[in-house]
């Protein structure tokens, strides 16, 4: 196991420079420069030249990827130009509030989503099973950012029910519990677009994989001997049908902390979604990479831990 997990590990390096090249390229083809918003608009033309030669704008793109790569490996991903702070920092104190809301609206859709898809696939072809079927395509069909208009012009404009943007109440000053009501009122409506998604989701790929187990021929052997069936799927048929579950779970993680930027935006969340909108519209070069960077090492690691998983769900797969 321990080899199986220094080989993922040893896959994963070469894979992480080939991420930071293309991050590098693509962010260094966009049109300007870093030091645009950094600049008074009333600074000479050569005085914006010598502050880029300063910095080593106009050296070698190969110089200047290697020069930050080394400052990537040692924590220090550059200045924000918008912001006026290290982009280290500024995507820490974003990054609890996506966290939050990804890691609530994973953990409903992960138990919701799973439960139902295993009943709904012992239950196939059944009037359920067509229910579902039909909540699954308008989960997977609907654009997000319309879900959250029609969330908020019924519970938060008709109804008054909830607040429509942010994170916490401007002005109310709330403390303690009262603080803890009022950040869970705010994240109801964002909670509940990124859930419908991925309870879809999740529901749609384990009846899909929890059926092509159920049909194998041990299964069949096992109900032939009488094995109650919510024994047989939980001990035989599920834990053959987790691969392709892991597998999903894992591509929905990194999705749900960069996917979540029509979210974010349309409910004004202070999340990294909004965060890397508002970095590409002020063209600040160095946050766009370090949020890109960041998102990329996540995406790393769970990958990393989903193939820990199916190594430990299927021992066929460390040999």
């Not at 909830?162 to 409506?189: C, E, K, Q, W």
């Amino acid at each position: 196991m321990l080899r199986y997990i220094i080989k993922r590990i040893l896959i994963a390096i070469p894979v992480f420079l080939g991420i930071t090249i293309v991050v590098f390229a693509l962010v260094m083809s966009m049109p300007g420069d870093p030091f645009t918003g950094m600049l008074d608009p009333g600074m000479s033309a050569e005085y914006k030249q010598r502050m880029m030669e300063a910095y080593g704008y106009n050296d070698p793109v190969p110089v200047q990827y290697v020069r930050w790569l080394g400052r990537v490996l040692q924590g220090d991903m550059g200045y924000s130009s918008t912001y006026k702070a290290r982009v280290m920092d500024i995507i820490g104190s974003r990054m609890n509030n996506t966290a939050l809301l990804g890691g609530v609206s994973l953990l409903i859709s992960t138990f919701l989503g799973i439960p139902a898809g295993i009943w709904v696939a012992t239950h196939k072809r059944s009037l359920l099973d067509q229910g579902m079927t039909i909540f699954c395509f308008f989960g997977i069909s609907v654009p997000a950012f319309f879900f959250s208009m029609l969330l908020i012009l019924l519970f938060g404009m008709t109804l008054n029910w909830l607040p429509i943007s942010g994170m916490i109440t401007p002005g109310a000053n709330y403390t303690g519990f009262a603080h803890v009501v009022d950040v869970i009122r705010h994240m109801v409506m964002p909670v509940l677009v990124l859930s419908l998604l991925n309870t879809a989701s999740f529901m749609r790929y384990t009846r899909s994989s929890v059926i092509d187990v159920y049909g194998q021929d041990y299964v069949r052997t096992a109900r032939a001997k009488g094995v109650p069936r919510w024994s047989l799927v939980m001990r035989h048929v599920f834990k053959n049908a987790l691969i392709p579950i892991i597998t999903v779970i894992s591509l929905q993680v990194p999705s749900m902390l960069s996917g979540a930027l029509l979210t974010e935006t349309v409910f004004v969340w202070p999340g990294i979604g909004q965060l890397n909108y508002q970095a590409v519209q002020n063209r600040d070069y160095f946050l766009i990479m370090g949020i890109v960077m960041v998102l990329a090492v996540i995406t790393l690691l769970i990958n990393l831990i989903a193939d820990i998983c199916y190594a430990l769900v299927d021992p066929r797969i460390r040999y």
